[in-house]
């Protein structure tokens, strides 16, 4: 989902900030992810613009080497099918009774995470003559959609009998998986083994994909990989937590970086910005960056995000506000106009995180990632060397 630039524009005259991703390093990470988890198969999570990558050349990039791909909502699995993505989509999120026909006729796997649904889903299908994929959806301990493991058995025994859905699959979700402390996630590992265990003493075949892991779940609780993994965090080369032991090791895919638009010295006490929430002391030399919190760069990060302009690591200061914001070089500091900004990535041995970006907004890295604005322009690599 890249937002259209403007035909009158010579793409050279573009506000030069921009986000690089590099499909290399995306690539390489679900080779290493997959090689942890073999035999295994892995669905790769594209959901919120493929966590701000770019959800469209992502998908065209990672397909060929996924085996499914898991997106929150309807409409991000009707735009994959329309580019004419054809691996099997997982919705993950919870949909509306209205919604059902849209996914039989698009081939994307519902998610049923109530007995309502998985019924409304085998009439729907049986009014379009067409079998409907379905995973089945378990609440272990989450609270959020799924049927509780104490009576998932409700569920499985209404799948038994749809006559036009085809369950192919049965999950849970992780809330825990990425702590230094497992105990809650173990105990969610427990529960859903007790609610497959219903297959077994049945003797009735369970379904072909039974997954539970994400990111958290595959660096550290390989006895949760079953039969399907669901990285999402991580194949972005991103930790889903500081806390989570680093048993793969993934390259950062995303670079963010802009230009030095406007250089200035400026008198002591001389306050910056709106709401004059920072001044200098004595005579420095500040810079204008073209970027704001409606690129997605957090004004919760004013006064405290670093950028790096000619190898050094400066401070930003002042709120940021909308478009712009401003850092200072100190008192014999040197950057001018046009002068490459990183915000996130590498410049000569400087760099700058995801994480620490969510560190000075007080978020986690997700957030940063999935608000870059659709306006800041995606530029795709498949370069090994790049900045990030
Ligand atoms: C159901 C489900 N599975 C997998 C993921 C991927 O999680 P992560 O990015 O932590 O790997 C998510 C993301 O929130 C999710 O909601």
Redesign the pocket.
Known sequence: MQINQPTIINSENLRPTHVKVNLTYLCNNLKTIRERVTPSKVMV?L?ANA?GHGMGVVARHLAPHADYI?V?VLEEGILLREMGINIPILV?GGIWEEQIPEFIKHDLTLTASSVERLLQIDQAAAFLKKKAIVHLKIDTGMERIGVHYYSAHTLQEAALGCKHVDVEGIYS?FANS?AADLTHARLQLARFNEVLSFYEKHAIPAPRLRHMA???A?LQLPEANFDMV?????LYGVY?SDEAQRSVQVTPALSWSSKVVYFKETKPKHPVSYGSTWQSDVPTRLVTIPVGYGDGYFRAMSNKAKVIIRGVKLPQVGRICMDQMVVNLGIDGTGYNGDEVVLIGKQGDERITAEDLARWAGTIP?EILTNINTRVPRIYTTLERSNV
């Open positions: 999570v959901k966590y898991g929150a993950l979700h990425d994400n990111s958290g595959i669901r990285p999402g965090i991580l889903p997700y």
